[in-house]
């Protein structure tokens, strides 16, 4: 008696793994949301780029009594763009006085940050692109010049 076994998944089993596999596959990217992810982490970015700029403009200002605006005898920032001239002109002031280092200026997040100056404190603002940030800037409520009161299009604006 000679007994043939036979070794291997049947065309029939592998297609059942597979399905299986991907049935899986998209319950977990449909769980991960790779695009919010992505959204989140420049979100996260722009806010760490914002809290490092208002952490230099507090280091000028205690250094030198005045912000990076009032050296350059520039008016006081309303909802200025970091991008804008302005913007970068201070970034080139803080640059030279030592508060952050030259690669600092060429961040991608500038041309969304809006600078705006109340008394002696200055507000970055920015809208944020994920939904999980853009709720916590709508629980937040503050507008693009920092204040509160906003219901609409909140900003996430640091210090918060």
């Known amino acids: 008696m000679n007994v043939l076994l036979k070794k291997g998944f049947t065309l029939i089993e592998l297609l059942i793994v ?54 350059l005898g520039q008016s006081d920032p309303d909802e200025t763009l970091v991008s804008s001239a302005n913007g970068q002109a201070w970034i080139d002031e803080l640059i030279l006085k030592g508060e952050v280092k030259s690669q600092f200026k060429g961040r991608d997040s500038w041309t969304d940050i809006y600078t705006t100056q109340s008394g002696t404190v200055a507000n970055l603002c920015f809208d944020p692109e994920s939904s999980t940030v853009q709720e916590q800037a709508d629980n937040d ?11 609409a299009n909140c900003y996430l604006c640091v210090p918060r």
């Open 141 to 151: 409520g503050r507008n693009k010049d920092g204040t509160t009161g906003c219901v």
């Open 18 to 71: 597979i399905t299986i596999i991907g049935i899986l596959a998209v319950a977990i990217l449909s769980a991960i949301n790779p695009i919010e992810q992505i959204r989140r982490a420049t979100d996260r970015g722009k806010d760490s780029d914002a809290a490092e700029l208002l952490n230099a403009f507090e280091r000028y200002y205690t250094g030198f009594f005045e912000f990076p605006w009032d050296a």
